[in-house]
C-alpha cells in the first residue's frame, strides 16, 4: 500500500488537521524507533455507521445569540464535507441538565396527550437539527438519535423530573405512546428518527432530570411497549430501511455487559433490543465492549456521550488527548457509532439548570459573536472527516520497543493507533503520540516506511 496523503495535528505548531506530503514525515533512520505498525486490511471487524454530536437545547440556545454567520459556520464545520464530517446527531425527548429548566411535551396529568406541545422543543432544538439535517443532506443523510432523561413527573413514583424516582408500571404503554407521538411530531418537521434509547444513565439519580430502570425494566418496556408502538407507527412489520432502533443502557462502560446480558435474557429481547449505548465516565473498561461485542456480534454499539467535565478547558490539550484515547479504543473494541456530547457551550460551559457544566469543542463567545475551536474539535476530525459511514475496521498489530520520552521507558498507551477500510478501499490509520517527544514508528502496510509522528500530536494516514 501507498500512502497518499497525511493530515496532522500538533501542540505547539500551527498544523490543525494541516494536510502534509508523506515526505514531510519519513525518516531516514529507524533511531528511538518506538514501534512497528503492521496492517492487515484482509481482516476485517465491526462495519461503522458514522460519527456526531448531541443539538442540545443549551447548544441551539446558545446558537441563537450567535451572528447568523458564526452560526452556520459551527453547524458547517461539524457536519459538512469541507468540515470534520458528522452524519449522526443525538437530542433529547423533553428536558436534560443541558436544557434551560426542567420541561415536558405534556406538562399536566393527560393521559390523553391531546395537551401533548411541542414548544419548547420547536424554539431551539428543532431549527438545530433542520439545519444540521440540511448540511448532511449535501453529502447523506443525518441519523437522529433520541434519548429521554426524564418522563414528565406525573408519570414517576417521586413526582419529580429530577432525582432519579422511576416511570409508574402503569404508565409504561402511555410513555412508549409518548416516544410515538414525539417522533411523528418531528417527522411533520420533515425530520427523521433514526434511533432511540430506552433512557439516559438509567441507573443515575441525579440532582437533574433522571429516571431509573434495572436492566430486566428496560428490557421489558422495550419488548411489551416501545418495541410494538414504533413497529406499529412504521407499519406494522418494518424493514431494516425504515426501523426506528431501541438501544438499552445509555451509561457508563463499567456496567455494560452485566445490563446489556441481563437485559437480553428477557424474552424478545433479541426482536427489539438493537444494542447498547455507552457513556465514558466510569473510565476505560474497554473489556466490556469487547466482551458485548463478541458475544452479539449483530447488535450496535454505539458510543453516544462523553465530555470534560468541570465547565470549559479553554486552549488546553489534554482534552483533546482523552478524546483520542477513548475513540481508539471504542473502535478497537467493537463500537459502531461515536456522538459526542454538546456541540457548543458558551463561555461558562453552559447554560445548564443545574450549573453541571461541561467543556465542549466549541465554545462560542455570545457577548463578542466569537468562535472557539478546542483541541477536542481537532481531535475528533482525525476520526470523522476520514473514517466514512460504512467504514470497516481492519486488523492492527504491533511491535512496541523501548521509549525514551515516557516514564517507564515503554511504548504503553502512549501511542495509540486504529485502522479501518472505507468503501472506496482507501485504508485510514490514525495514530496518536501523547509523549513530549518525537515518535519514530515503521508502517508495514506491504512496503515499509519509516515515520515521525511529533510530540503530542495525531496523524491520520490515507493509504491505498
Excluded at 452556520?72 to 464535507?81: D, T
Excluded at 443525538?90 to 429548566?101: I, P
Excluded at 439519580?205 to 407507527?233: M, R, T
Excluded at 475551536?373 to 475496521?393: D, E, N
Amino acid at each position: 500500500m501507498k500512502i497518499n496523503k497525511i493530515f496532522e495535528t500538533a501542540k505547539d505548531t500551527e498544523n490543525r488537521i494541516r494536510e502534509l506530503s508523506p515526505e514531510d514525515r519519513k525518516q531516514k533512520e529507524k533511531r528511538d524507533l518506538a514501534c512497528t505498525i503492521h496492517i492487515n486490511p484482509s481482516c476485517e471487524y465491526q462495519e461503522f455507521e458514522g460519527f456526531g454530536g448531541a443539538l442540545t437545547e443549551s447548544s441551539g440556545y446558545v446558537l441563537s445569540l450567535m451572528p447568523s454567520e458564526k452560526r452556520k459556520e459551527i453547524i458547517e464545520a461539524y457536519f459538512s464535507n469541507s468540515g470534520i464530517g458528522y452524519t449522526l446527531a443525538r437530542t433529547h425527548l423533553n428536558s436534560c441538565d443541558f436544557s434551560l429548566e426542567n420541561w415536558a411535551c405534556v406538562e399536566k396529568k393527560d393521559e390523553s396527550l391531546n395537551s401533548f406541545s411541542m414548544e419548547r422543543t420547536d424554539k431551539y432544538i428543532t431549527p438545530l437539527v433542520k439545519e444540521t439535517q440540511e448540511c448532511v443532506s449535501k453529502n447523506g443523510k443525518l441519523k437522529l438519535l433520541i434519548s429521554p432523561w426524564s418522563p414528565p413527573a406525573w408519570m414517576k413514583d417521586n413526582n419529580d423530573m429530577n432525582h432519579g424516582g422511576k416511570l409508574l408500571k402503569k404508565y409504561y404503554s402511555l410513555w412508549a405512546n409518548y416516544f410515538v407521538r414525539f417522533i411523528d411530531e418531528l417527522g411533520k418537521r420533515g425530520i427523521d428518527t433514526c434511533s432511540v434509547s430506552v433512557q439516559n444513565e438509567p441507573a443515575a439519580v441525579q440532582s437533574w432530570d433522571s429516571c431509573i430502570y434495572s436492566a430486566e425494566e428496560e428490557a421489558d418496556f422495550a419488548v411489551n411497549h416501545l418495541g410494538p408502538a414504533l413497529e406499529k407507527y412504521s407499519g406494522g412489520k418494518p424493514n431494516q430501511k425504515n426501523k426506528i432502533k431501541i438501544f438499552v443502557w445509555d451509561h457508563n462502560r463499567d456496567l455494560l455487559w452485566e445490563r446489556f446480558s441481563a437485559s437480553m435474557s428477557v424474552s424478545g429481547a433479541d426482536k427489539y433490543i438493537d444494542g447498547a449505548a455507552f457513556h465514558w465516565y466510569s473510565g476505560d473498561q474497554y473489556e466490556n465492549l469487547a466482551k458485548v461485542s463478541k458475544a452479539w456480534p449483530s447488535k450496535s454499539l454505539i458510543f453516544t456521550e462523553g465530555c470534560i467535565e468541570g465547565g470549559p478547558r479553554p486552549g488546553a490539550w489534554f482534552s483533546g488527548e482523552r478524546y483520542a484515547h477513548n475513540m481508539i479504543n471504542d473502535l478497537n473494541n467493537g463500537c459502531t457509532g461515536w456522538i459526542d456530547w454538546n456541540i457548543a457551550l458558551d463561555m461558562q460551559g453552559g447554560p445548564n439548570h443545574v450549573t453541571n457544566n461541561c467543556d465542549a469543542p466549541v465554545l462560542a463567545d455570545t457577548e463578542k459573536g466569537e468562535v472557539h475551536y478546542m483541541s477536542s474539535f481537532y481531535y475528533i476530525g482525525h476520526f470523522s472527516k476520514f473514517i466514512k459511514p460504512q467504514a470497516k475496521r481492519v486488523e492492527i498489530k504491533i511491535d512496541a520497543y523501548r521509549t525514551p520520552a515516557t516514564a517507564d521507558g515503554l511504548m504503553g498507551n502512549m501511542m495509540e493507533m486504529c485502522a479501518f477500510k472505507n468503501t472506496d478501499g482507501t485504508i485510514v490509520l490514525v495514530v496518536m503520540n501523547r509523549t513530549e517527544a518525537d515518535m519514530i514508528y515503521v508502517l508495514n502496510a506491504g512496503s515499509e516506511n519509516v515515520l515521525r509522528c511529533p510530540p503530542r500530536g495525531i496523524q491520520t494516514l490515507l493509504l491505498t
